[in-house]
């Protein structure tokens, strides 16, 4: 609610801030609709998905006893508005409708945007609402949709999870000669819990986003920490006293070569207190990470796009020296993409680690993992591509043991999607 009022006063005052004519401001014609998602057939195998309170690194789950399952599902479906007001003045709003294991709606984005003109090789642009940071090189367009792949890496697929607040973010960049150089900065609230699914879960591979207002389940809980923790966070979500009344932050410094190679370095940090704790016992989680980024085109039309993130997060309260959970995590990928024929073909591998030091989520709790995937993309028609894939991931964590499962579990996971757009 707090994000739809910010977008709603940015919108009144981009409207009227400029001068604008009624000739300038476009809230409803069909330039500023725009209607996206996908539909899907979807064979899995192996464990419960952690959408249906498993471990499973999916969105989706296998058999019963584990064996492969196809089944037809909606991807997403996605309503986009994007005013505008003048030259400089936007807004973006985008409600969704996801299907599949758990199906649900909401609201996705929503957010003004300021975006003057260039003067003398420097740009200024300016950002406030609900939105995702400037972290994932997988994600593109209005509606933040994958572009080469279904399925993002485990990096972005937990940014989609869990790191989405309110911000307030400003970014200037500068033209040297070819080179393009950017700084963003911002201050946020709203995302005191996130961490605790990546701790609890660790980490997962899909294209499911958290939506406002909703809840992400939890896998089974270790005895010791079912009392203090429902079967359940709120990614968005202020447990401090008082709205942003300690506002975290991320920034991010950015370098674009004149030879098509982009280096991006990033910071973020929610600065919420681990001690904090709400009547509905919803925690605040102290997380921050560090996480360098590049893509480039080394060989004609080849692409390489990759990330590698390190971080911490922490919650509850301090016993014997140590917090109730510590967990340090790691994870980094490398996607290829390439022109084959019409279409385009993508490949990707990678590796995840969470590893546990806190008092009551202890070293048992802690996965190492890996995934390949292989996808190829396919005009079909105007507004409309396929996409098949397939994806394989490896992890191992105690826990699972405790619910009668091996440590270690594999899935795999086959799609053909078709991705429509108007």
């Keep these: ?59 989706s789950s296998g058999g019963a006893g584990g064996e492969f399952r196809i089944k ?75 572009t080469d792949t279904v399925t993002p890496s485990a990096i972005n697929s937990w940014v989609a999870e869990e790191l989405r607040p309110l911000a307030a973010e400003a970014t200037i960049a500068a033209d040297l000669n070819g080179h393009n150089l950017s700084a963003t900065a911002a201050i946020m609230s709203a995302n005191d819990t996130a961490g605790t699914l990546l701790a609890f879960r660790g980490w997962a591979l899909h294209d499911r986003r958290t939506l406002a207002v909703n809840r992400q389940p939890l896998p089974p809980l270790p005895e010791e920490l079912e009392y203090y923790q429902p079967q359940y966070t709120h990614p968005l979500l202020d447990v401090s006293p008082g709205f942003a009344r300690r506002p975290g932050y991320y920034a ?21 207190r681990p001690e904090w704790v709400n009547e509905e016992l919803e925690w605040g989680w102290r997380t921050r990470f560090q996480q360098v980024a590049a893509v480039a085109r080394p060989l004609g039309e080849l692409e390489i796009k990759g990330q590698a993130m390190v971080g911490r997060t922490q919650m509850g309260i301090e016993e014997q020296g140590r917090l109730w959970v510590d967990a340090r995590f790691k994870a980094a990928f490398l996607l290829a993409t390439h022109p084959l024929g019409k279409g385009k073909l993508a490949a990707r591998i990678e590796k995840f680690h969470v590893r546990q030091n806190g008092s009551l989520l202890t070293q048992d709790a802690g996965e190492p993992g890996r995934a ?47 991705r429509f757009f108007w």
């Excluded at 014609?29 to 064979?43: E, F, I, K, Q």
Aim: overall charge neutral; proline content about 4%; some cysteine.
């Design 72 to 146: 037809p599902e909606l991807g997403s479906a996605n309503i986009v508005w994007q005013p505008r007001a003048g030259f400089a003045w936007s807004a973006t709003v985008v409600a969704s409708i996801q299907g599949g294991e758990r199906s649900e709606a909401g609201l996705s984005e929503a957010f003004a945007s300021f975006k003057p003109m260039r003067r003398d090789g420097l740009s200024f642009s300016a950002r406030a609402g609900l939105m995702w940071p400037p972290i994932s090189t997988e994600h593109g367009g209005a509606d933040w949709h994958v």
């Design 1 to 59: 609610m707090r994000a739809l009022l910010l977008m709603t006063l940015f919108c009144m005052s981009f409207a009227s801030g400029q001068a604008a004519t009624a000739a300038d401001v476009e809230l409803l014609t069909p330039s500023v609709l725009s209607l996206t998602g996908d539909a899907r057939l979807v064979g899995a195998s192996g464990e419960r998905s952690w959408i249906d309170e498993g471990f499973g690194k999916l969105r």
């Design 252 to 272: 991010r410094v950015a370098w674009q070569t004149p030879d098509n190679v982009r280096l991006e370095l990033f910071r973020y940090d929610n600065r919420a």
């Design 372 to 418: 390949a995937l292989l996808a190829y993309s396919h005009p079909l028609a105007a507004g409309l591509t396929g996409i098949a894939e397939a994806l394989h991931v490896s992890s191992r964590r105690g826990q699972r043991e405790e619910i009668g499962l091996a440590a270690r579990q594999t899935q795999t996971q086959l799609q053909v999607s078709i």
